[in-house]
C-alpha cells in the first residue's frame, strides 16, 4: 500500500512563496504519474499541477501557469511543488496523489497540508 506524506504548508503574505514536499512510503517503480490538488473552504477540490514520475510532461491549471512548478527528486522517493508570487486565491488545503496509469484518476492521497496566503 502506497502512502504519501505532504507537508510544508503554512502561513505567508501575499507575493511569498512556499514549497509543498510529497514523501511516497515505499519504491516508486509502480507510479505513472503524481499530482497536486487543492480545495478551499466551500469549493470543491481541484486540479493544481500533474507531473509523469519519471518525466517527459507536466501540466499545471490555467491560475497557477507561471507561478508555481511540479519536480520531483526520484532517489528520495519525492515530489514537490514549489509555490511563487501566491495570491490570497490560493488559500486552501493542498493535496498530494500518485496515480499508477496515463488516465485521468488517482490513486492514493495525502493527508493535506494548509497553505495561508495574506493580503
Known amino acids: 500500500q502506497v502512502q504519501l506524506v505532504d507537508s510544508g504548508g503554512g502561513l505567508v503574505q501575499a507575493g511569498g512563496s512556499l514549497r509543498l514536499s510529497c514523501t511516497v512510503s515505499e519504491r516508486t517503480f509502480s507510479i505513472y504519474k503524481m499530482g497536486w490538488f487543492r480545495q478551499a473552504p466551500g469549493k470543491e477540490r481541484e486540479f493544481v499541477a500533474a507531473m509523469r514520475w519519471s518525466g517527459g510532461w507536466t501540466r499545471y491549471a490555467a491560475s497557477v501557469q507561471g507561478r508555481f512548478t511540479i519536480s520531483s527528486d526520484n532517489a528520495k522517493n519525492t515530489a514537490y511543488l514549489q509555490m511563487n508570487n501566491l495570491r490570497p486565491e490560493d488559500t486552501a488545503l493542498y493535496y498530494c496523489?500518485?496515480?499508477?496509469?496515463?488516465?485521468?484518476?488517482?490513486?492514493?492521497w495525502g493527508q493535506g497540508t494548509q497553505v495561508t496566503v495574506s493580503s
Open positions: 496523489t500518485a496515480g499508477l496509469g496515463p488516465g485521468t484518476s488517482y490513486d492514493y
